[in-house]
């Protein structure tokens, strides 16, 4: 399974960006997506979660982005993506698309980064 995010980029606070993630057969429902992300300084942290399989529909958020981060896919063009919007500075960080291939790592009360065993390289947020 190969990760690729795009989408990236600098944005003014209360600004909005969409990250993409072309996530091919980790699109399928078994699958469990997520992001994660990592700022300065900081450890890594989930961000939010989608699953849609066999044990129904699962989404996590991170306290810090509920009401203003919506993740979704699109299993069809086979991408994760992750609408964010009223920006802060405090969103800044490398953002990164992670996957595992069954539902476990969706179902834990806080995503775990290690739980994942495919990752991309990540996209840069920056929000000033």
């Known amino acids: 399974v190969q990760l690729v995010e795009s989408g990236g980029g600098s944005v003014q606070v209360g600004g909005s960006l969409t990250l993409s993630c072309a996530a091919g057969?980790?699109?399928?429902?078994?699958?469990?997506l997520g992001w994660f992300r990592q700022g300065p300084g900081k450890e890594r942290e989930g961000v939010a979660t989608i699953y849609d399989g066999d044990l129904g529909g699962h989404t996590y958020y991170a306290d810090s982005v509920k009401g203003r981060y919506t993740i979704s896919k699109d299993n069809r063009e086979k991408r994760l993506y992750l609408q964010m919007n009223n920006l802060k500075t405090e969103d800044t960080a490398m953002y990164y698309c992670s996957a595992h291939q069954s539902p476990g790592p969706c179902l834990v009360p806080k995503p775990v980064p290690e739980l994942f065993n495919y990752r991309g390289r990540g996209t840069q947020v920056t929000v000033s």
């Open positions: 057969e980790a699109t399928r429902t078994a699958y469990c």
